[in-house]
């Protein structure tokens, strides 16, 4: 199931991106903004195929505001707000990745966690 929801989160992910692009040089905005990505990021299921995404969404947004634009500006500035969307964009991946399932681990219990001692 998480194949599937692949492009949905990935849509996810690069939509708060830009939002949070777009607010961040407000205090409240930053708020909002960081509130809704370690939310949405906790909501969305774990898994390679769903909350990777998601993020890994976010983080191209985050970094394709940091270079510089054609004019020699850039969109996410070099200030205290500008550099916590950096770093909301690591903590988001962090988040991802430190919850991504064990590849082939079918189940965490054993057979000797679910019988009984008598």
């Known amino acids: 199931?998480?194949?599937?929801?692949?492009?949905?989160?990935?849509?996810?992910?690069?939509?708060?991106?830009?939002?949070?692009?777009?607010?961040?040089?407000?205090?409240?905005?930053?708020?909002?903004?960081?509130?809704?990505?370690?939310?949405?990021?906790?909501?969305?299921?774990?898994?390679?195929g769903s909350r990777l995404p998601f993020a890994l969404g976010f983080d191209a947004v985050a970094v394709l505001a940091a270079v510089p634009r054609g004019e020699g500006d850039y969109l996410l500035t070099s200030t205290g707000a500008g550099y916590a969307v950096l770093g909301l964009a690591l903590v988001v991946l962090m988040l991802a990745v430190a919850t991504l399932p064990r590849p082939g681990a079918k189940s965490t219990r054993t057979s000797r966690e679910t019988t009984t001692l008598e």
């Open 1 to 48: 199931m998480g194949a599937r929801l692949a492009p949905v989160t990935l849509l996810a992910g690069i939509a708060l991106g830009v939002a949070t692009v777009a607010v961040y040089q407000w205090w409240w905005g930053l708020l909002l903004a960081a509130v809704a990505s370690v939310l949405v990021t906790i909501a969305t299921p774990a898994g390679w």
